[in-house]
């Protein structure tokens, strides 16, 4: 097995040095302004020691990374109630697809596309107040980061408002289905504040440290899940975190993970790690290419695959 204080920083310098970098998202509008040249990795093993390399400590947008911690507050506050919205298959479409809604009754495939993700928000949103889910899922990463430095990027939820025509569409949809039960606008302006939310690889990876942990999180011994719910989670992370090229990403790296069109990647290897890695150019599907590059890279080197 690799050293891994030697092969993090190897990974990232061969990355650094890659041409072929994907497309920074542009359909935020606030996304298109970030350079693709970055990338970053944090590596925090079982026993507690983190491996870093470059851009580790700066923010970014996590955007569909918020959809696990999202869920997370779903399920303590609505527990089994939670799958009576929203399934656990795979979509097989892109992330934010309309048309299965149609076929299935407005209930979404499952709770990682975007129209699950915003049937998941509905759940924790507080009618009056569009701040006080993101506000939730804002408080539990602080907790498990062990930071209060973790914040809300108000151009970044104020862009993907302005833009957001199609999670509207989305959540006016189910809506007409009864599956959001909440006030759509508040519902909607919970998930664009969710999904600005900023913060580095290092803190992700921290804040993923209760999935590799049977939902314990390592640092402060609080419990987050139940081991029954951290194993879902990881599940559904592996099966639906990539969209359309969640097969691929199996094949390919083999670790339960969930990515934002940020560039960012969390991925965890159960009883081993929790990895953050990020770089802003993506695939055509929406996840980051160097980042799911570099975590096959790692995956092999230390034989962390699930199979
Ligand atoms: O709703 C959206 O389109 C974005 N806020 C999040 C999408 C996303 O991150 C897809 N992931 N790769």
Redesign the pocket.
């Known amino acids: 097995m690799a050293d891994l204080a030697e092969l993090v920083p190897r990974i990232a310098a061969t990355m650094a040095a890659r041409t072929a970098r994907g497309r920074v998202a542009n359909y935020?509008p606030d996304l298109a302004k970030v350079s693709a040249s970055h990338f970053g990795m944090v590596v925090i093993t079982a026993d507690g020691r983190e491996h870093a390399a470059g851009d580790a400590d700066l923010a970014f947008s996590i955007?569909?990374i918020s959809k696990v911690f999202a869920l997370v507050e779903a399920l303590a506050s609505h527990g089994e109630g939670v799958w009576q919205r929203v399934g656990r298959e795979p979509s097989g479409g892109a992330?934010?697809s309309i048309v299965q809604l149609e076929a299935e009754a407005g209930r979404p495939r499952n709770p990682f596309i975007?129209a699950g993700a915003i049937a998941v928000t509905d759940l924790i949103t507080d009618g009056d107040d569009p701040r006080a889910g993101a506000g939730r899922i804002l408080r539990l990463l602080r907790d498990l980061a062990g930071t209060q430095g973790i914040a809300v990027d108000g151009a970044v939820a104020y862009s993907?408002a302005a833009t957001?025509h199609r999670?509207a569409a989305l959540a006016h949809f189910m809506k007409a289905h009864g599956v959001l039960t909440g006030r759509v606008e508040a519902t909607l302006s919970t998930y664009f504040h969710q999904?600005a939310i900023a913060m580095s690889c290092r803190e992700l990876a921290r804040a993923g440290r209760f999935l590799m942990n049977g939902g314990v999180d390592p640092a402060s011994g609080r419990r987050v899940v139940s081991p029954e719910q951290a194993r879902r989670i990881n599940a559904l992370m592996l099966t639906c975190g990539h969209?359309d090229a969640s097969g691929d990403f199996a094949f390919s790296v083999g670790l339960p993970a969930k990515?934002?069109?940020?560039g960012g990647i969390l991925a965890i290897a159960p009883g081993r790690a929790s990895i953050a890695v990020w770089s802003p150019g993506l695939s055509p599907q929406?996840?980051s290419l160097l980042g799911t590059a570099a975590l096959e890279e790692l995956a092999s080197a230390m034989g962390w695959s699930v199979f």
Do not use: D, L, T
Not at 259 to 262: A, D, K, L, T
């Open positions: 935020i955007q569909s992330f934010n975007n993907e957001g999670n999904c969209y990515s934002g069109v940020g929406g996840n």
